[in-house]
């Protein structure tokens, strides 16, 4: 059995600057995951949950709480559609070392900065990555 320093240098040089490219990509597979767990919370708070509390709300207070709650959850839900269908294309891309896909992945990256705080965390390590010198292999 060869050892990691023995594996890395058997690879070709090719092999290692591609490295970078689809560890990023899985990453962006991985974030397109979350957003449909995100969007399957939004669709059930904003669906199921907010509507069903307005009908046992004693005040108007604490109705319009709900309906503040269901609005929350749809523009989660709308935002995590978007960056779902953005992560997909983005990770194709910058797995098959397009240019379109690295532009994708920064404007998905952008956009992820807005969603606290898991968004916010991807948003920052994909722009890292994507601006360093390992992302002129993406």
């Not at 009908?55 to 959850?73: M, N, P, R, Y």
């Amino acid at each position: 059995m060869e050892t990691y320093a023995e594996y890395t240098a058997n690879q070709s040089q090719a092999e290692r600057e591609t490295q970078p490219s689809r560890r990023l990509a899985t990453r962006f597979f991985i974030f397109a995951g979350l957003q449909a767990l995100i969007i399957l919370a939004g669709a059930v708070v904003g669906l199921f949950i907010a509507p069903a509390s307005l009908f046992v709300s004693q005040t108007s207070d604490e109705a319009a709480g709900w309906i503040l709650v269901g609005l929350v959850a749809a523009v989660f839900g709308v935002l995590g559609v978007v960056l779902f269908i953005l992560a997909i294309i983005a990770g194709l891309g910058i797995r098959k070392s397009n240019r379109w896909g690295r532009i994708t992945g920064f404007i998905t990256a952008l956009i992820a900065l807005l969603e606290f705080p898991i968004g916010t965390a991807f948003g920052v390590y994909a722009l890292m990555m994507l601006m360093k010198g390992k992302g002129t292999s993406i």
